[in-house]
C-alpha cells in the first residue's frame, strides 16, 4: 500500500495535506480498508475548532464504529458534504473525492508531531 | 433484486423461485405475507353482532367519526393453513441453536431445556396479573425473592433487582446507581470520568456516556490483562467509575482483579463488573466477595432463556452494602418468616407456612423504577428453573464444562488460525484470521461465510476491536464432543480451502437460501418499507 509523499500521517491513521494556511483532513486508505464497507460518517460542523488528537466526529463501517481524531488543530472551514450521500467516498478514494474536512491551520509546529508517508508505511505495514 | 416469480411446488402454493440476474446465484426466497394475501381470505371469520346487540348500540358508532379512520389497512387476508406454513418455512430459513451449532462469541448461546418452558407455562404464573394485591400474588412473589437470593449466592452480592430488562440496561441501572452514590456523598460534580478497558463490552462506554460521563480507555498489556500501571495513572478523585468486563471480550480472565479492584476503591470509584461472561467462572469467582460493587446479571446467557431476534432478556443487577439503597424499587421482600427456613424448604420443594412476601416500596434513595411492574417475569421463571435444575455443583459444571469445550478448540484449532493471546482461556476464544488476509486475500468474514456452508452459525467476527480480524468462539458447555470435533473439521477445511481456492470462500456462502448479502448497501440506502401494486383481482370462490 502507498501513501501520497506530500501528506502527514497520524498514528490514528487521519492525514493532513497543508495548502498555505489551509488544512485538509481525511482519514487513511489504510484505515479504510481496515474498517471495510463505510456505510456513516458524521461530519464536524463548520465554525467548530479541532484540536490535535481530539475527537471529532464518528465513522461507522460495516464492522465497526470508530471515533475520528483530528491531526492537526483548527477551524473547520469546509466539510465534503458529498460524504453524507457518499460514504464509499471513503474507501474508494481516501486520500482525493474521500477528504473529510478543510481547517484554517492554527499552528503549524503541530505538523512535526505527524509521520511523513515512509513512517506511516512502517507503521502499518 | 430479482424478480420474484411464485410457482406451485409439491409442497403446495408458495414456495417461490427468484428469477436470477446474470451472475447471481439462483435463491430460493419465502414471498411476504402480503405477496399471499387474496382479497375476502380469512384465517379467523369473527361472529356477527346479533340483531339484539346491534338494537342496544342505537346505531351510534362507538367512535366520533373524527377518530375513524376513512380507508380500511392493508392487512394481508390468508387462510389459517397459508399463514401457518408462512411462518413456518421462514423460521426454516433461520440458523437457531435448536437446528444447529451456534458458537457466537459473547453471546452465550447455549440450549435452553425444555423445563424452563414448561415452567415458564404454569397457569398459575401466566393466569396472574402484575396489579394482583400481594395477597394473591405470593407465588409471583415468593419466586422472585428467591430468585434474588439465589442470585446473592452465586455473585456474592449483598443485594439484587430483578427489574432491568436486558444487560445494557442493567448496566444503565448500575451507572445510575454509581450516580446516586456520589451525589449522596457530595462529590457528584467532582467524579466525571468512567475509566473502561479496551477489551470491555462495547456497551460499558455507551453506558458510561448515557449517564452523563466521560469515557476515558484503558489500554491492556500484552498478555490481554488490564494495564495496571495505566489504570492507576487514570484514577484519582475525579473517577467515578470502573467497568470492566470478566472474563474479557478475549474470554481471558483478570488474574489482577484483586489489585484493579483494591486500586479503584482505594480511590474511591466504584467497582463495576459486567456480568455477561458469568458463564465461564460460576461457583468459582464471586465477584461481591472480590470487592465489586454492582454487576448485572444476564439472566438470557448465564441462565439459558432463550435469545436472539431480540430478546426478551432480563438484566438484574447484584450490588454491595453501600450501593443497596440505591437499588430501583419495589424489591421484593419477605415480610413474615424466617428467611433461612424458607429457602432451605424451597429447595426441598416444601412450602413454609405462614411465610408472607410483599414488594417493599418504602425506598428514600432509590433510583426509582427502571422498568414497568416488575421485569421480564418469564425470564426470572425460566432462569429460576434452570439454576434449580442444576443446583449449585451442577453450575459449577455447566462453567468447567464452558470452559473446557472453549479450550478444547483454541488447542485443536491453533495450528490452523493465529492466536494472539495464546494462553489459556475462559468460556470462549479469540483467532485472528490476518494470517489468511496476508497470505490468501482471504478475510475473516469471507471464512464466516464459508462456515454457514456447513450448517453451523459463524462465530462472532470482527470483535473485539482490539484483536484484527477477530474470529471470537463461544462453544457453551451444551454441545458433544462430536458436535465440538465436527466445528475443527470445518474449520480445518476452510483454513485449508483458504490457501487452495480462496476465489471459492470469497464466493461463500453458496448453499443458503441467500448468498453474499450487499451488507453496505442495506446499511447505505435501506429499503424498509413495502410498497403495495395495484390491488389483485378478488377470486370468484374463497377458499383452497
Redesign the interface.
Known sequence: MSHPGDLRYSKEHEWVRVDGGTATIGITSFAAD?L?????IELPEVGSSLTQFAGFGVVES???VSDLFSPISGEVTEVNAALAEQ??LLNSDAYGEGWIARVSLADSAELDALMDADAYEALTS | MSVVDERVDASGRGAAFASPEPGEALTIVEPLVFDHSRPGRRAVRFPVASDAARAAGKGEPALPASVQRQEAPRLPEVSELELLRHFTRLSQLNIAIETAFYPLGSCTMKYNPKVNEWAARLTGFTDSHPLDPDELAQGSLELQWLLAELLREISGFAAVSLQPAAGAHGELTGMLMTRAFHRSNGEGEQRTKVLVPDSSHGTNPATATMVGYSVVTIPSNERGGIDLGALRAALGSDTAALMITNPSTLGIFEDQIDQVVAAVREAGAIAYMDGANLNAILGRFRPGEAGFDVMHFNLHKTFSTPHGGGGPGAGPVGVSERLAPFLPRPLPVLREGDADAVRANAWAGRETPGARFGLDWDRPQSIGKVRSMFGNFGMHLRAYAYIRANGGDGLRGVSDDAVLAANYLRVRLADAFDLPYDRVCKHEVVFSGRRQKRQHGVTT?DMAKAILDHGIHPPT???P?IV?EALMIEPTETESLETLDRFVDVMHDIARRAADEPEALRAAPVTTPVGRLD??GA??RPDLRHRFGPDPVPESTEGG
Open positions: 481496515e471495510g464497507d463505510i456505510v456513516f460495516v464492522k465497526a460514504p464509499e | 468474514l467476527i470482527y470483535f476491536l484484527e451488507e453496505a446499511a447505505r
